[in-house]
């Protein structure tokens, strides 16, 4: 009847809206979008790591043909245009705040990352403009560079920032540190274990792209930027930043293509040429280059850690005691300070019923480009560690890997469960999860294929994972006083038209994951409108109320529950005008799916009747209620979520040259209530695409001196489609428990789940090799190096 | 990208005419190579002579025992080419490796030639089947042409016409990819010819594609895998870099013969 046919609500597996656009190539991208009059922008960029800048002389490039106008450092400092902001403060174990040094949206007197920007020039075409950035001859004085996060710490090493003495941007603590120790000492055995978390170059398919533009006469600024939250890139830029008020001020983010976190935050370019356009008074336009990315998009993770584990006899665990060490990069970024410290270890309890942790984090600056949050964030880092000790101690306690687990999982009737740092998981359940995937992956049959792949001269190996992470982030006093700088809610608007069709205007962003699709799939499941009268509008400010944007699985989780308050909303006024049209008293107005019912009878209402009504109030309790049918609702969650579930990853080696082929992935996660099985399955082997991109291939590379030896695809290997196996993905639902929709999130789980699978199926297919661990990526050359080490030891 | 002068001569005496007159301009076959670095500006030709229009510069033929290839013939034909297939089968397997399925379609032997990239491919083909390359001028034994990284015995506006290939008994390939640019970080050709056995390695040489003699006396008396699993070239000849050591090349030299002279059959 009012059922919308075929079925595209709730759990329906519709193919995406977005895609038609997409796929045919008529996506519209910020550098699709030109500006009458528009200018071009080129970036001039430091080819040192660290060095003064002496002299910076631009006359002869300023009288190159085309040229409108070269900007410096010092004349953006003359204006009073303020530092690149960073959204989190973070507290020192003495309650001192983290240093905080002056980030210049063009550098001041001193370069401190290869790709610093230097200077801007703006001319008619972009060619004009790279001839003239060729022709600006700056004199440096190359300074002593550290690039390496323990090297950074180091007695005498190359100070950074002089605001942040010995490097330290701060020394952090979470947890008991005398409970911790009283565990340990009633230990039977402490599992101790050492990582790095290798750096990554997020490397989304399209470079980041901004466009100022300026209206002389009304005043008004626009930029067009490839950002994951234009909401916050217009607080942050025009606030902090260029003092333009936000009703001054639109940023637009259109079609995105690929963020994984590289575009949440506010890069230096933003302003630059928002500020430019107002100077020059022509849009100014400018597209980063794929080489250029490498060294001005924020890197992620970058961490060395030290983990112990402390264990009784029977082998359930004590407690944690984790240090780590984060490069922050040359300057801090906008949510930095938050990854290694509540992104990563507040989830150190993992799934496992963990009494007691103590984690101490030191964020270091060193002179290497910015590390920000990258798919996962914190997370991946915390479950890599955790991950790989859980192997690492279950072969040491001589216990099988799977039981281990178990007997330390937090068991289903424990939720909600209060873990020892902070966080409070809502629901999962663990060992359905677990159970599901040993099936799955065929983990019994494993030895049998060992074997064979011995035979052939392979060494076989099977790693597996079990996790929990935090995400929807995340309630805004929590995060508030936890140092966030921002309140991290959620907005959604409801426009019902008179005809019955719905425009959603949503703060969350799409760059990728389909929201025009499950968020038409809400309306359809709730108020009964087919998807194709459903409307998504999202990334600008002109037309989105407002928004935090889309990063940390949050989409859904806020922005869908936001959503789904703006409907309550809508069927609460729509029962009072429908009560009034079939006078009957409000309390016997009922909704299902677009049909206001007088409860028990058969007379009804449409939405579209009630909308029409809405509108066109002729016969309507005008002196009770407006006319109009569109509600806002902003969502501040209760709780962070948190999917969860388990990964197991099948490896092959070839010990002749030590390259590592996946032959099986198994994903089995929790990620909540699922809208669109398929859109989940899509996100899920896409972040464990990036997750095996991290196992295996990436790395960003730094030279002593702070030279990027992976600046571009020649030497960044990231992964490919033949690098990859068919991944079996499978969800296990339970509910959140605090929002509307039930929803956990689904963007991250892949990439945070899978490494240590990854990993721990490489320890384990060179188990007969004596490894205890390899480091990520498993190169061939690393591979080949402990076989090789191996053999000259058996010679 | 500079601006530079486009010429699209159609004969290749027009063409050899128009770099004689100006020794900065350069020719252009597929562009799989000259175009990036014209757009990351590594290279500043004052013109850029487009080869694609000289119909003599095309095509397979075979002449008795010889394939003869002409230099704007793309990977793609190579690959697939039944002349190439029937004669030397582990050359169009090869060009089948090379670059992905864009490059194949535009990359040319002879622009492959003549950049002789240390890591290409085809130079360690074309220098283990002892193969004859000819330009608009002479013709240059491979032994002769492959002068290290990047050089080759071409002059100033000489151009690759053909590459002349004798017809093996046999021959094998195999590389281990460095696994960012996919290019080969170890290869080896292995072919059993007229002339002897011949075999090059490419990928890992520290002055470009050579010929590994030791392996060649080896494969000569038994041609067998376990011929060249105990012979390892000198890691100071070779070259390392973040994905692969001159120890580690050493190591796959050996390696990627084996599997060359199996793939040889
Ligand atoms: C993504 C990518 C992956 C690749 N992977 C591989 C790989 O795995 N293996 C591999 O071997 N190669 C690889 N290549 C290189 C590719 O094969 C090139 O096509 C080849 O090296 C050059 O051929 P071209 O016809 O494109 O030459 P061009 O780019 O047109 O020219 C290359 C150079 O040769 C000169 N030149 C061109 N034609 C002639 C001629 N007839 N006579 C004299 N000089 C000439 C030019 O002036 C220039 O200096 C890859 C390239 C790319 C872009």
């Given at each position: 009847?009012?059922?919308?046919?075929?079925?595209?609500?709730?759990?329906?597996?519709?193919?995406?809206?977005?895609?038609?656009?997409?796929?045919?190539?008529?996506?519209?991208?910020?550098?699709?979008?030109?500006?009458?009059?528009?200018?071009?922008?080129?970036?001039?960029?430091?080819?040192?790591?660290?060095?003064?800048?002496?002299?910076?002389?631009?006359?002869?490039?300023?009288?190159?043909?085309?040229?409108?106008?070269?900007?410096?450092?010092?004349?953006?400092?003359?204006?009073?245009?303020?530092?690149?902001?960073?959204?989190?403060?973070?507290?020192?174990?003495?309650?001192?705040?983290?240093?905080?040094?002056?980030?210049?949206?063009?550098?001041?007197?001193?370069?401190?990352?290869?790709?610093?920007?230097?200077?801007?020039?703006?001319?008619?075409?972009?060619?004009?403009?790279?001839d003239a950035a060729e022709a600006i001859l700056v004199a440096y004085t190359p300074l002593p560079a550290v690039s390496g996060t323990e090297a950074a710490l180091k007695p005498g090493a190359p100070q950074v920032?002089?605001?942040?003495?010995?490097?330290?941007?701060?020394?952090?603590?979470?947890?008991?540190?005398?409970?911790?120790?009283?565990?340990?000492?009633?230990?039977?055995?402490?599992?101790?274990?050492?990582?790095?978390?290798?750096?990554?170059?997020?490397?989304?398919?399209?470079?980041?792209?901004?466009?100022?533009?300026?209206?002389?006469?009304?005043?008004?600024?626009?930029?067009?930027?490839?950002?994951?939250?234009?909401?916050?890139?217009?607080?942050?830029?025009?606030?902090?930043?260029?003092?333009?008020?936000?009703?001054?001020?639109?940023?637009?983010?259109?079609?995105?293509?690929?963020?994984?976190?590289?575009?949440?935050?506010?890069?230096?370019?933003?302003a630059i040429v928002t500020w430019a356009a107002g100077k020059v008074k022509r849009p100014i336009k400018w597209t980063c280059e794929r080489s250029e990315s490498f060294m001005s998009d924020a890197h992620g993770r970058d961490h060395v850690s030290t983990a112990e584990l402390a264990l009784d006899a029977e082998g359930k665990i004590l407690g944690l005691k984790v240090h780590t060490l984060a490069n922050m990069g040359a300057y801090l970024s906008t949510f930095a300070p938050c990854v290694p410290t509540y992104?990563?270890?507040?989830?150190?309890?993992?799934?496992?019923?963990?009494?007691?942790?103590?984690?101490?984090?030191?964020?270091?600056?060193?002179n290497t480009v910015p590390v920000d949050a990258y798919r996962g964030a914190g997370r991946p880092e915390a479950t890599y560690l955790l991950e790989r000790l859980m192997d690492v101690a279950a072969a040491e306690a001589g216990l099988d890997k799977v039981e281990f687990r178990r007997r330390n999982f937090i068991r289903p009737d424990q939720f909600p469960y209060q873990t020892p740092v902070a966080l409070q998981y809502d629901s999962g359940d663990y060992h359905a999860t677990l159970a599901m995937a040993l099936e799955a992956a065929d983990w019994a049959g494993f030895e049998g294929r060992r074997a064979a792949a011995k035979a052939q001269g392979r060494l076989r190996g099977i790693g597996i994972s079990t996790y929990v992470e935090a995400c929807g982030i995340a309630p805004s006093a929590v995060v508030g006083s936890l140092g966030a700088r921002a309140g991290l809610y959620e907005v959604g608007t409801i426009r019902v038209h008179p005809t019955g069709s719905v425009t959603v205007l949503t703060g969350a962003h799409s760059h990728g994951q389909g929201h025009e699709t499950t968020f038409a799939q809400l309306v359809a499941d709730k108020l009964g409108v087919p998807t194709a009268n459903v409307d998504i509008v999202h990334g600008d400010t002109a037309k989105v109320p407002f928004g935090m944007g889309t990063y940390g699985s949050r989409s859904l989780a806020v922005g869908g529950s936001a959503m789904d308050k703006a409907m309550d909303k809508i069927i609460a006024k729509g029962k009072r005008i429908a009560a009034h049209l079939m006078e009957a008293s409000v309390e016997d107005v009922e909704f299902e799916r677009g049909t206001f019912r007088v409860a028990g009878t058969d007379r009804t209402k449409s939405l579209t009747d009630i909308s029409l009504a809405a509108y066109v109030p002729h016969n309507y309790p005008i002196d009770e209620i407006e006319p109009g049918l569109e509600e806002t609702a902003f969502y501040d969650p209760k709780n962070f979520t948190y999917p969860g579930g388990c990964h197991i990853c099948e490896v092959e080696i070839d010990p002749d040259t030590g390259r590592t082929t996946v032959v099986?992935?198994?994903?089995?996660?929790?990620?909540?209530?699922?809208?669109?099985?398929?859109?989940?399955?899509?996100?899920?082997?896409?972040?464990?695409?990036?997750?095996?991109?991290?196992?295996?291939?990436?790395?960003?590379?730094?030279?002593?001196?702070?030279?990027?030896?992976?600046?571009?695809?020649?030497?960044?290997?990231?992964?490919?489609?033949?690098?990859?196996?068919?991944?079996?993905?499978?969800?296990?639902?339970?509910?959140?428990?605090?929002?509307?929709?039930?929803?956990?999130?689904?963007?991250?789980?892949?990439?945070?789940?899978?490494?240590?699978?990854?990993?721990?199926?490489?320890?384990?297919?060179?188990?007969?090799?004596?490894?205890?661990h390899v480091e990520m990526p498993a190169t061939p050359q690393k591979i080949w190096g402990i076989v090789n080490a191996h053999r000259i030891a058996a010679e | 990208m500079y601006d530079f002068a486009y010429h699209k001569p159609a004969s290749v005496a027009d063409a050899v005419k128009i770099l004689a007159a100006d020794p900065e301009a350069r020719p252009i076959s597929g562009g799989m190579t000259l175009l990036p670095a014209l757009k990351l500006r590594l290279n500043r030709p004052s013109a850029v002579v487009d080869l694609s229009g000289i119909a003599e510069l095309r095509g397979v033929t075979r002449k008795g025992d010889t394939l003869v290839i002409g230099a704007l013939t793309k990977h793609y034909e190579v690959a697939t080419s039944a002349e190439v297939k029937a004669a030397i089968p582990a050359l169009a397997a090869m060009a089948h490796t090379i670059g992905d399925t864009q490059v194949r379609n535009r990359g040319t032997m002879g622009g492959s030639v003549a950049n002789n990239d240390p890591s290409a491919d085809y130079p360690a083909a074309l220098l283990a089947l002892g193969a004859t390359i000819e330009t608009d001028k002479r013709q240059l034994p491979a032994d002769e042409f492959f002068n290290g990284m990047f050089t080759t015995a071409l002059e100033v506006g000489e151009l690759v016409t053909a590459i002349h290939i004798p017809i093996p008994e046999k021959a094998g390939y195999a590389k281990m990819r460095n696994p960012a640019s996919r290019y080969a970080m170890a290869g080896v050709f292995v072919a059993k010819t007229a002339a002897g056995v011949r075999v090059a390695v490419n990928g890992a040489g520290a002055n470009g594609v050579f010929r590994e003699k030791a392996m060649e006396a080896a494969l000569a008396a038994n041609w067998s895998a376990d011929a060249v699993a105990g012979i390892k070239v000198d890691p100071s000849l070779l070259n390392g870099d973040i994905h692969g050591s001159a120890e580690y090349r050493a190591h796959l030299v050996t390696v990627m013969a084996k599997r060359a002279v199996v793939d040889a059959g």
């Open positions: 009847m009012n059922v919308v046919t075929p079925f595209e609500g709730i759990g329906a597996s519709l193919r995406r809206k977005e895609d038609f656009r997409f796929l045919q190539g008529r996506g519209q991208y910020v550098d699709d979008i030109n500006r009458p009059g528009q200018t071009h922008a080129v970036m001039l960029r430091s080819p040192h790591a660290h060095a003064t800048i002496d002299r910076i002389d631009t006359a002869a490039a300023r009288a190159m043909p085309g040229v409108k106008a070269i900007f410096v450092g010092e004349d953006m400092a003359a204006e009073a245009i303020g530092g690149i902001p960073c959204g989190w403060q973070i507290h020192n174990k003495d309650g001192s705040p983290m240093a905080e040094p002056m980030h210049p949206a063009l550098a001041l007197g001193k370069v401190r990352h290869v790709g610093d920007p230097v200077a801007v020039v703006i001319a008619e075409t972009k060619a004009q403009a790279r920032h002089e605001a942040a003495a010995g490097n330290l941007c701060y020394d952090w603590h979470i947890g008991d540190k005398a409970a911790q120790e009283a565990a340990f000492a009633r230990a039977a055995r402490v599992v101790k274990f050492e990582t790095t978390n290798n750096r990554l170059v997020p490397n989304a398919m399209e470079p980041r792209a901004a466009i100022g533009d300026f209206d002389a006469f009304s005043g008004d600024y626009t930029l067009y930027t490839t950002s994951q939250n234009p909401h916050v890139i217009r607080l942050l830029m025009g606030a902090f930043v260029l003092h333009i008020p936000e009703s001054k001020l639109r940023v637009v983010a259109p079609d995105v293509g690929g963020g994984f976190g590289s575009k949440i935050y506010h890069y230096a370019e933003e992104l990563y270890a507040t989830l150190l309890s993992g799934v496992y019923a963990t009494p007691v942790i103590y984690a101490e984090v030191k964020a270091v600056f060193t099986n992935f198994t994903a089995v996660d929790d990620v909540g209530r699922v809208i669109n099985p398929m859109i989940v399955e899509g996100q899920v082997q896409g972040g464990i695409a990036q997750g095996i991109g991290q196992a295996l291939l990436e790395a960003a590379v730094y030279d002593a001196s702070g030279q990027l030896l992976s600046g571009s695809f020649m030497d960044y290997t990231m992964p490919r489609a033949g690098d990859l196996p068919d991944v079996g993905v499978a969800t296990h639902t339970t509910l959140c428990t605090h929002n509307p929709l039930g929803v956990k999130g689904c963007g991250e789980v892949g990439a945070i789940g899978s490494p240590p699978a990854v990993m721990n199926a490489v320890v384990d297919a060179l188990r007969d090799y004596g490894v205890r | -």
